[in-house]
């Protein structure tokens, strides 16, 4: 439709900063809870191989855990600004969040936004850490577990995200949908198709599972390449 594409930028310095903090975020909060938690594994009696293993999705829970708390104020005022016909801006429309809810509208989400981070971080960094050590590709090519790791990872989180967003667009002075209560209506929806393949097409349209799996993806590989280049830059000074 071309009315997509008559503004394509809109909103566009909202999300290049919030992709931006939760990337910088990210990253180095798994490389730093990763160091913590081997550092507190010496202690435990536990098989190294399993215990690295649970470490990595500890590692990357707690990093997405982090990144959601930090964040989640900054996703809901983004959130009421986006399908606006007058962009007010992010302060602006802070003030009328308050004005309306008080700090109430800022929490929106924060459950399954949580939810959500702790699912995908712990995947991610559990499949990412489980390819490099497993040597199943070349060292050039690390990139694609990267992609595949992330991929998964999406999957794994997106109905969390769903009651996410739906929590998000709520009205300031609404009651939120729990995420029981959104994915049960998902569930409902989908048994309602005549056919299996009918219920899957509806989910992967719900879940966006597809293009928005691919870019969270690309855009997670991207930020991992970028992020150990930096890391190989930073020792190499040092």
Excluded at 103 to 109: A, D, L, W
Excluded at 220 to 231: E, L, N, R
Aim: aromatic share 12%.
């Amino acid at each position: 439709s071309t009315q997509n594409f008559k503004n394509p930028y809109l909103g566009f310095v909202q999300s290049i900063t919030g992709r931006a903090l939760s990337g910088g975020l990210f990253f180095p909060l798994e490389t730093f809870f990763s160091e913590k938690f081997v550092l507190s594994s010496r202690s435990i009696n536990s098989p190294r191989e399993k215990m690295n293993d649970l470490q990595h999705f500890l590692a990357g829970s707690a990093a997405g855990a982090a990144s959601a708390l930090l964040l989640n104020p900054l996703s809901a005022m983004k959130y009421r600004t986006w399908g606006r016909d007058v962009n007010r801006g992010v302060i602006a429309e802070a003030v009328i969040m308050w004005r309306k809810g008080g700090s109430k509208p800022f929490f929106y989400g924060l459950l399954p936004t949580l939810t959500r981070d702790v699912a995908f971080g712990g995947t991610y960094t559990f499949l990412r850490r489980y390819v490099r050590k497993s040597d199943l590709l070349e060292e050039q090519y690390m990139w694609v577990g990267d992609t595949a790791s992330a991929a998964c990872a999406a999957i794994v989180s997106g109905p969390f995200n769903l009651a996410r967003n739906v929590q998000y667009a709520t009205g300031a002075s609404k009651q939120q949908p729990s995420i029981g209560k959104v994915l049960r209506s998902l569930a409902k929806e989908a048994v309602t198709k005549r056919s299996l393949v009918g219920a899957m097409l509806f989910l992967q349209r719900r879940l966006r599972i597809g293009w928005g799996t691919a870019r969270v993806a690309a855009g997670m590989a991207f930020g991992q390449g970028v992020y150990d280049w930096c890391i190989v830059i930073v020792s190499r000074n040092n």
